[in-house]
């Protein structure tokens, strides 16, 4: 029997709120946040296109297990939109497919379309994104010249805002963007593009937020780098969000000592505070009672609580 290969690098816990550079895969710069913290175990939390900047929240050790709330989460952004200009990409990475001069695009006409986009819509994703067919992400088969049909998908934007309007021959507009999870601003771009029979790409996109994580919590490679230096590791813990982050809009249960040792064991349990705090099928937090973060646990219909998501308590973690 093969031994299990032993990870290289610390075994840290928590959540680092990263501001991605523009240039660079969401990938390489978790692979670089990685590094700099010399951290065993990390995975980012939905990619950012290369074009993009903003945040990008990437989880550490036990926090990878709760990742998949903060890809769920929705998410805010500030784009600029280029009118007349079509790319294979539908963002300014593209090759250019058409061009339009578009001196008669007015504010209010932009103003009226926008409206068309608010609320719940149908997107049919672009052949540029990370979704799969048959086991292959998208822009891999598009990178090979290749097209597949895509079904469209119901998103929700909640809203959709003009900053500003900049009139011309290429006109460009400034756009605020809270939306839900899988909406594509470059297809949202394209769309809004196509109702003003100009065509749009996306110029330059910024997520200011992503679930509760939003730009002010966010400290570039950059920072981290020169935070770092020549020393230890150690120097940027107190970058790192506890594990429970993730989940933090979550109610929170604590538990006595040997009610949470039988949690951590993967058994339901019984406690009071389950009927204060949630109804039958709702998700909370589950803390000991020394503060040691146990997981996710779900509420059973006959009042107990049950292990969804465990952690395994390590020597360095994120504080508040």
């Given at each position: 029997?093969?031994?299990?290969?032993r990870?290289?690098?610390?075994?840290?816990?928590?959540?680092?709120?990263?501001n991605?550079?523009?240039?660079?895969?969401?990938?390489?710069?978790?692979?670089?946040?990685?590094?700099?913290?010399?951290?065993?175990?990390?995975?980012?939390?939905?990619?950012l296109?290369?074009?993009?900047?903003?945040?990008?929240?990437l989880c550490?050790?036990?926090?990878?297990k709760?990742?998949?709330?903060?890809?769920?989460?929705?998410?805010?952004?500030?784009t600029?939109v280029?009118?007349?200009?079509?790319?294979?990409?539908?963002?300014?990475?593209?090759e250019?497919?058409?061009e339009?001069?578009?001196e008669?695009?007015?504010?209010?006409?932009?103003?009226?379309?926008?409206g068309?986009?608010?609320?719940?819509?149908?997107q049919?994703?672009?052949?540029y994104?990370a979704?799969?067919h048959?086991?292959?992400?998208l822009?891999k088969?598009?990178?090979?010249g290749?097209?597949?049909e895509?079904?469209?998908?119901?998103?929700?934007?909640?809203?959709?805002?003009?900053?500003?309007?900049?009139?011309?021959?290429?006109?460009?507009a400034?756009?605020?963007?809270h939306?839900?999870?899988?909406?594509?601003?470059?297809?949202?771009?394209?769309?809004l593009?196509?109702e003003?029979?100009?065509g749009?790409h996306v110029?330059?996109l910024h997520?200011?937020?992503?679930?509760?994580?939003?730009?002010?919590r966010?400290?570039?490679?950059?920072?981290?780098s020169?935070?770092?230096?020549?020393?230890?590791?150690e120097t940027?813990d107190?970058?790192?969000?506890?594990?429970?982050?993730?989940?933090s809009d979550?109610?929170k249960?604590?538990?006595?000592?040997?009610?949470?040792?039988?949690?951590?064991?993967?058994?339901?349990?019984?406690?009071?505070?389950v009927?204060?705090?949630?109804?039958?099928?709702?998700?909370?937090?589950?803390?000991?009672?020394?503060g040691?973060?146990?997981?996710v646990?779900?509420?059973?219909?006959?009042?107990?609580?049950?292990?969804?998501?465990l952690?395994v308590?390590?020597?360095?973690?994120g504080?508040?």
């Open positions: 029997m093969a031994r299990r290969k990870a290289f690098g610390r075994p840290i816990d928590g959540v680092l709120i990263l991605k550079a523009a240039g660079m895969t969401s990938n390489a710069a978790l692979q670089q946040a990685k590094r700099l913290l010399f951290a065993a175990k990390a995975g980012h939390t939905g990619s296109d290369p074009l993009a900047t903003g945040v990008l929240p550490f050790g036990e926090a990878t709760f990742s998949q709330y903060l890809l769920e989460a929705d998410k805010r952004y500030r600029t280029r009118f007349g200009v079509t790319t294979t990409t539908g963002d300014a990475d593209g250019v497919l058409t339009i001069p578009t008669g695009l007015t504010e209010a006409a932009l103003a009226n379309a926008l068309q986009f608010e609320g719940d819509i149908l049919v994703p672009s052949m994104s979704l799969k048959e086991g292959e992400p822009y088969l598009a990178r090979e290749k097209e597949v895509r079904q469209a998908r119901p998103v929700t934007v909640y809203a959709l805002t003009l900053l500003a309007f900049r009139p011309g021959p290429e006109a460009e400034d756009l605020e963007i939306c839900s999870k899988g909406t594509y601003v470059r297809t949202l771009a394209e769309d593009g196509r003003l029979g100009c749009a110029a330059r997520r200011v937020a992503a679930g509760p994580f939003d730009e002010t966010a400290v570039s490679l950059e920072q981290l020169g935070e770092r230096g020549d020393g230890r590791a940027l107190h970058h790192l969000l506890p594990v429970d982050a993730p989940v979550l109610e249960v604590t538990l006595p000592e040997t009610t949470g040792f039988y949690f951590r064991q993967g058994q339901p349990v019984m406690d009071t505070q009927y204060r705090v949630g109804a039958v099928g709702d998700m909370v937090r589950v803390f000991q009672e020394d040691d973060f146990l997981g646990g779900e509420v059973t219909d006959d009042g107990r609580l049950a292990p969804k998501r952690t308590k390590h020597s360095v973690s504080g508040r």
